[in-house]
């Protein structure tokens, strides 16, 4: 997996049909492109009982990387794509410091714990700031945040812990 994410060009969001992030990433993954589907945890009541079930983070998204010599395009065409993230007719590529934390959240499992133990203030604050969004919001929330904003956000974390 990490000799796959070394050699990825671009990361970029794909817009999927309902509950096809899985079957979409499995095919994409066939087709060369490297997915990213972080899960969490979420609780449902189905029958009058209750249980833990994985869902994705960013419902409907997936993170495609796509390789040094490949193009995005046909990703397009790939069943249960919907589109991509854009802006105009060129992709909006996710920054890659954006997807490192997003990969390292979800090796460590940390959108499937309420409260994040592992990881670097940095880490922590950057999960905290996803799962408190709404789901239709979180997608955004990861193209708006910066280097200087986690940073921020962790400092204030830290001093209110002192």
């Not at 997915?35 to 869902?55: G, K, N, S, Y």
């Not at 996710?94 to 592992?118: C, K, N, S, W, Y």
Request: charged residues 20%; aromatic residues 6%.
């Amino acid at each position: 997996m990490q000799a796959e994410m070394s050699n990825v060009r671009i990361w970029i969001a794909v817009f999927v049909a309902p509950h096809q992030e899985v079957s979409v990433g499995e095919r994409l993954a066939a087709a060369g492109y490297v997915p990213l589907l972080p899960m969490q945890q979420v609780e449902i009541r189905h029958a009058r009982q209750t249980m833990l079930v994985d869902r994705p983070v960013f419902p409907r998204y997936l993170f495609v990387g796509v390789p040094e010599n490949s193009s995005w395009y046909p990703i397009k065409v790939v069943p249960g794509v919907i589109g991509i993230l854009s802006a105009g007719q060129e992709p909006r590529v996710v920054p890659h410091h954006t997807l490192a934390l997003l990969r390292e959240a979800d090796e460590i499992g940390a959108f499937r714990q309420m409260a994040i133990e592992h990881g670097s203030p940095q880490l922590r604050a950057f999960v905290r700031h996803i799962v408190e969004r709404l789901p239709g919001q979180r997608i955004g929330a990861v193209y708006d945040l910066s280097r200087k904003q986690i940073r921020r956000m962790s400092e204030v974390d830290e001093a209110a812990a002192a």
